[in-house]
């Protein structure tokens, strides 16, 4: 199974990946953030529903996430903290547990840049 975290439109391939780092510092304040979807439209997709298709006002787009990018997103409802996020994550990918913080990070700041969730001060 795929673990990267894409931010892939259906129609162009559009990847969003942070560098890896090292296991979050506890005393990072972002890792209590608890960010939240903006109300936009959204939908459980694909043939094993476990993709999330987003309709993106800023860009006027639809993008379509991999089954992480998905995970990370459906976390994004205002009272999940990045830092059990990324415990999830680990739990659920051990192989790629090195590398998860700085990509769920990454993917955050994709999301908020592209004005999907607030609360990710990144």
Known sequence: MDTSISGAT???????TAPADAAPSTDDGRLDSRPRRRDLMWRWDGEDGAHVLIGVPLTRSAHMLNPVAARIFGLCDGETPVAAMIDRLRAAYPNAAPRIAG????????????????GWPG
């Open 10 to 16: 259906p129609r162009a391939s559009a990847t969003a």
């Open 103 to 118: 990509d769920v990070r990454g993917f955050l700041g994709y999301l908020r840049d592209l004005e999907v969730i607030d």
